[in-house]
């Protein structure tokens, strides 16, 4: 790009230019004024008021020469050089400013400086030995009051926020040792203006703003695109021309590079782009945008432009004042709206509608009430920029603007119609003009000594600088995208519901990278935005909040940003209420355009038929077996119906489950069924509907499963009814997804039941041994031998199905078992020690008359002689003795090993029977004794006989 090295600046070399015949009249009263001074060594102060570029400093450099031109000393400083660094009164005050002065001249007479720089301080050294005496008249000219005088105000001490009030009244009097002319922003007027001691004794000078017809006629076709590109400012209108001349070679047919390099050459106007460049370059038609921008005027054709939701150009009637009476149309508006200000606001709007209007005399008359409501806006801009503070007429726009915009702007159309006829056209909608040209009034730093970057580093130790609660979205601001990075690490678990948006707001100059995992997650549910606002509205905010924080001494962060916004329009710093007021709407029109639209909560069960089992608890395992509802696998689906399909046959297993209220009867239940029309298995009807309304988000949430705790993550749906399922869906994405650990868990079940099974079948088999111990007189049951079958079945569906199915199904089957195990278990516990109890209380006695009746076998013939009785007549009737024993004890049936009866009169009974047997016995040893001793006595008569 070509460059022109222009100096644009205030410069001590460049000649003061009149633009208007006003400024030529300003500028030769103040040589009269300097010329009295001179000449009688007194006079009242002069003010000269005027906003940022409006041309104070280069017409302070004009009467600063002037002034050694006509045999006085100037002095031009900047306030801050002449405050004192103590705190001191009024009259303390003047004494020291006259110190400094006469300390200032002696420095020049030795060449040096203490109050100036650069080529002014070079420009009065080098006239100092032009002028002859130690009496000559010194001026002091005090530019950039607004930076500091706050300053000055909390210095020098006052009851009334006077400080200069003595030096004002000395000036007057000639008695201060030097002549004074001050330079003021309007608005900052205001608060030296409040100091009632030194109001009405010194010369306001008003510096006007150059209205846009004087643009048109010096600079033709671009003179309303160099009005609102300066603003109306003295300074930089031939920059501005130079700039567009010099690297444009086709003004109508700039490109959007070239127009980018336009904006970067202009730079800013009072801290705010001249141009926003970034709002153009959003702009998709921007070739019929650019016939608009140009001219910066109105056309009778060319349609509409939006660009998304922003209205770029928009339809207007276009009013001829050829007669120029546009301002009688707005004063008869305003004095039928019951305004009071009707003269100042009349101005100020007709120079707004002069800067958009033709060379002919077209001005555009927008439709739209909020056009109107803007207008006043810029209105507002240029009253307190070039004005300073007016109460009533600040007022008057606040009630049209809130309260009566929309009749105000019908007024000025029906008021225009009566005028002359109306005709449609298009123009730059006001709103965007507005966007394109903000006023400098509007400039972000709210605090005009410190620079932004100053501000920034301050802030340094705040995570975050503030909040907002905005349509359902919560924004935090952040100093810069590291503070975003921790934040997000340590804080994106609280937004996972999905009802829950974030907004990170990027007050730094560089991009987040690294985004935290989980974070990511959001930003792809499209929850969380990170979002770096333009150059002036992120300068604006750190502003803002370091101002809230070191200039009102209130915390950060700022819990409501929007609320703290609003509260502080009522300061009564009316520059800094414009800025707050204009950067508030600015914050809601970005909000408005970057923020997302929440999406609509998806975790839902569309179909919740069947799903009241489920969340009132009549079903048992609900997250485990919504889980399941993911799993689609024949061999899962068969495994869980075989097993289902066992249990449901158990006794005592599934009715003390049922009581116990393990919950796996009803899980089992709802888990697979046969499905009549494929003829197959297949998961239950409600698990069907979680699988269609969940599966396809089950990607989605495996990103972020792995981050989260189950607790957090049950958190993320809005349906209270899709936690238990979202249970389900960790367990099936995570806890239970592990194959290693599947397969542990899975053999530790199965090896656990394996372990009951075999102890039910010991205990069988001494049961059985126990039986026949009594004859099967008495037999022994328990609830667990009917299951035990069915167990044995149920470990060998496990066996077989133990490399077919699942991780999942692997822990489902090992949970059910488990559960059932700790029904199993304890009960099986009761029985083997109820069991042996029983047998060791019986088992002796049941032996001893066993013991006795076999002995039977072994009587001797003569003992069943002598008893009348054969053999099989003793035995049978002690075998039916025992067993009438038994049968009364088990009441003919069988002895439940849960509640045994009492067996002491069992134990007597067969200790009666064992008692008889063994007298029996005794009777049988009596007999054989006897025969014994028959034939040992046979033998000695036969040994008598014989002799």
């Known amino acids: 790009m070509n460059e022109k ?4 600046e205030a410069d001590l070399n460049q000649e003061y230019e009149t633009l208007t015949e006003k400024h030529g009249t300003i500028k030769s009263q103040l040589e009269k004024t300097l010329s009295h001074y001179l000449k009688e060594r007194k006079g009242k102060p002069v003010t000269i008021q005027g906003p940022y570029g409006s041309g104070k400093t280069q017409l302070l450099y004009h009467l600063f020469k002037f002034t050694w031109k006509n045999g006085g000393i100037g002095i031009y400083t900047h306030l801050e050089k002449i405050i004192s660094e103590r705190e001191i009164g ?8 006259r110190e400094l002065v006469n300390e200032e001249v002696d420095l020049l007479r030795k060449s040096e400086s203490k109050l100036m720089a650069g080529k002014v301080k070079d420009y009065a050294i080098s006239r100092i030995e032009q002028i002859n005496g130690e009496n000559s008249c010194i001026v002091l000219f005090i530019d950039e009051i607004e930076q500091r005088y706050k300053l000055l105000d909390e210095t020098v001490k006052t009851d009334d926020h006077s400080p200069m009030r003595e030096v004002i009244a000395r000036v007057n009097k000639g008695e201060s040792g030097f002549y004074l002319i001050l330079a003021f922003a309007p608005v900052s007027f205001y608060e030296f203006s409040k100091g009632e001691a030194q109001t009405g004794r010194f010369l306001p000078i008003i510096l006007p703003i150059v209205e846009p017809k004087t643009f048109r006629k010096k600079f033709k076709e671009i003179g309303n695109l160099i009005w609102w590109v300066g603003r109306g400012r003295y300074r930089g209108i031939l920059r501005i021309q130079d700039i567009l001349k010099t690297n444009v070679p086709d003004i109508n047919k700039i490109s959007k590079k070239e127009l980018f390099d336009v904006c970067h050459s202009i730079g800013s106007i009072g801290g705010v782009p001249a141009l926003d460049f970034e709002s153009i370059d959003k702009i998709d038609a921007f ?8 001219p910066v005027e109105p056309k009778e054709s060319g349609g509409e432009i939006h660009s998304g939701a922003i209205k770029i150009v928009e339809k207007c009637e276009l009013y001829e004042d050829k007669k120029h009476n546009l301002n009688d149309v707005l004063e008869k508006s305003l004095r039928s709206s019951e305004v009071s200000e009707v003269t100042n606001i009349s101005y100020y709007l007709s120079v707004i509608l002069d800067g958009l209007s033709t060379s002919e005399g077209k001005v555009p008359l927008f439709t739209n009430a909020d056009d109107w409501k803007e207008l006043l806006n810029m209105v507002e801009d240029i009253m307190l920029e070039f004005g300073g503070e007016n109460k009533l007429a600040l007022e008057d726009l606040r009630k049209l603007r809130d309260n009566n915009i929309s009749n105000f702007s019908y007024k000025i159309r029906r008021n225009a119609e009566n005028i002359g006829v109306l005709q449609e056209g298009y123009c730059i909608a006001p709103k965007f003009l507005h966007t394109l040209f903000p006023f400098p009034i509007s400039s972000p730093n709210l605090i005009s000594d410190k620079k932004i970057e100053e501000q920034r580093e301050n802030l340094g130790d705040q995570t975050y600088l503030g909040r907002e609660e905005y349509k359902g979205i919560s924004i935090f601001f952040f100093l810069n995208e590291n503070k975003i990075r921790d934040f997000l690490v340590q804080e994106s678990k609280n937004f996972l519901k999905e009802t ?14 690294n985004v935290p995992k989980l974070a990511r997650w959001l930003q792809n549910q499209g929850r969380l935005k990170i979002i770096t606002p333009s150059g002036a509205l992120m300068d604006f905010l750190v502003s803002f909040f370091y101002w809230v924080r070191d200039e009102k001494r209130e915390n950060l962060p700022i819990n409501s940003l ?12 009316k520059d800094k209420v414009r800025k707050i007021a204009y950067y508030n709407s600015r914050v809601k029109e970005y909000f408005d355009s970057e923020l997302p639209k929440l999406p609509s909560s998806k975790y839902i069960l569309s179909n919740k038929t069947g799903f009241d089992d489920f969340k009132t608890g009549r079903v048992g395992f609900v997250p485990e077996i919504t889980g399941f509802s993911f799993v689609d696998g024949k061999n899962d689906w068969e495994v869980i119906y075989r097993f289902r399909d066992e249990f449901e046959k158990t006794q005592f297993i599934r009715k003390e489950s049922t009581n116990e209220k393990t919950g796996v009867p009803s899980a089992v239940e709802k888990l697979v069924v046969v499905d009549k029309k494929i003829k197959g298995i297949t998961t239950g009807a409600v698990l069907k509907r979680i699988s269609h309304s969940f599966s396809k ?6 990103e972020v499963v792995g981050e989260i705790s189950k607790d957090e993550f049950i958190t993320i749906p809005a349906d209270d009814d899709s936690e238990q399922i979202f249970e389900g869906i960790f367990l099936y994405l995570k806890e239970w997804k592990d194959p290693s650990k599947a397969g542990e868990k899975f053999r530790e079940v199965k090896s656990h039941w394996d372990e009951l099974r075999s102890r039910i079948d010991e205990l069988s088999k001494k049961m059985r041994e126990f039986e026949k111990l009594t004859d099967e007189n008495s037999l022994l049951t328990h609830r667990l031998e009917a299951d035990k079958a069915i167990i044995v079945n149920i470990g060998k569906i496990l066996s077989n199905y133990q490399t077919k199915i699942s991780p999942y199904t692997k822990f489902l089957l090992s949970t059910f078992i488990e559960k059932t195990v700790e029904v199993v278990e304890p009960k099986l516990n009761e029985i083997e020690k109820r069991f042996s109890e029983f047998q060791n209380s019986v088992k002796d006695k049941i032996e001893e008359y066993k013991s006795a009746f076999e002995n039977v076998e072994a009587f001797e013939k003569d003992t069943f002689v002598w008893i009348n009785k054969s053999k099989d007549e003793i035995s049978k009737e002690f075998q039916q003795e025992f067993k009438d024993v038994c049968q009364d004890f088990t009441k003919e ?3 439940d090993l849960e509640n045994v009866p009492d067996a002491e009169l069992f134990i007597v009974s067969v200790e009666e029977i064992a008692d008889k047997l063994c007298i029996l016995g005794g009777i049988n040893e009596c007999i054989k004794q006897c025969k014994t001793k028959a034939l040992e006595i046979n033998k000695k008569l036969g040994e008598w006989e014989a002799k």
């Open 562 to 573: 929007s609320e703290k916004l609003t509260e502080n329009q009522s300061i009564p710093e």
């Open 697 to 702: 988000y089950l990607p989605d949430l495996n």
């Open 90 to 97: 009024p009259s303390k005050y003047a004494d020291y400013l």
């Open 5 to 8: 090295v222009v100096s644009y």
């Open 500 to 513: 829950k948006g974030l907004v990170a707001v990027n007050l730094g100059k560089s991009k987040i990278n």
């Open 287 to 294: 070739e019929d945008f650019r016939s608009f921008l140009i």
């Open 893 to 895: 049936g069988k002895i």
